[in-house]
């Protein structure tokens, strides 16, 4: 089946610091690609949503300059998290979706800002 | 009204037993409807998707879908304590060219050995 690789799985840094998270799709080319977060025991708010070569579509309420995301290729997605808080700690789960292929996630990454 | 809506549960089944989880949706604009499965810690898992009014059968799995209802659900044939998880039911949403995978809150499933 599809696959979509994260990275990293697992971060924990100092407040103030900013977080780079990969996401690429393996076996197919990712037409568009989707940020969730999922705080514990709630579901996967979608926070943006981006296709290759154009600017991300942000939910309401999701600040774009805080939320940096650039989609250089069909294969790769990355979000940065600038000057993160404690806040911002949660589960960042991206997925890929191409022609024929419905949204694949990937293995998401956990956020831990101390 | 949230767009999807599932019983957030937690539902519990005896091994072997049929475990059947249900969502409704608010929008008629949804045309396609998925059935995620997501352990804890885990990001969620694809195990159905389903198109078109009827029954879709894959292994244990069986989704169904009634669009005059606005309903779709999931029935798990001879649970397995493997399968318990957390179930997201989705929709995808199209508003002009745009396109949005909206879920419910997630339906907890534990199947009792």
């Known amino acids: 089946g599809a696959v979509v690789s994260q990275h990293p799985s697992r971060v924990i840094c100092k407040s103030g610091t900013s977080v780079k998270i990969e996401c690429r799709s393996l076996?197919?080319?990712?037409?568009?690609m989707f940020w969730y977060r999922q705080f514990p025991k709630q579901s996967l708010m979608l926070m943006a949503t981006s296709n290759e070569g154009s600017k991300a579509t942000y939910e309401q309420g999701v600040e774009k300059d805080k939320f940096l995301i650039n989609h250089a290729s069909l294969t790769l997605s990355t979000l940065t998290v600038t000057s993160a808080h404690p806040e911002d700690s949660s589960f960042y789960i991206c997925?890929?979706?191409?022609?024929?292929?419905?949204?694949?996630f990937g293995d998401g990454t956990r956020l831990s800002i101390l | 009204q949230k767009e999807v809506e599932q019983n957030s549960g937690p539902l519990s089944v005896p091994e072997g037993a049929i475990a059947s989880l249900n969502c409704t949706y608010s929008d008629r604009v949804s045309q396609s409807f998925f059935w995620y499965r997501q352990y804890s810690g885990k990001s969620p898992e694809l195990i159905m998707s389903?198109?078109?009014?009827g029954d879709k059968e894959d292994g244990r799995f069986t989704a169904q879908l009634n669009k005059a209802s606005q309903y779709v659900s999931l029935l798990i044939r001879d649970s397995q304590p493997s399968d318990s998880a957390t179930y997201l039911c989705a929709a995808l949403i199209s508003s002009g060219s745009a396109r949005q995978l909206t879920f419910g809150s997630g339906t907890q499933l534990t199947v009792l050995p």
């Open positions: 997925s890929a979706e191409g022609r024929n292929q419905p949204q694949h």
């Open positions: 076996d197919f080319q990712a037409t568009t």
């Open positions: 389903i198109y078109s009014n």
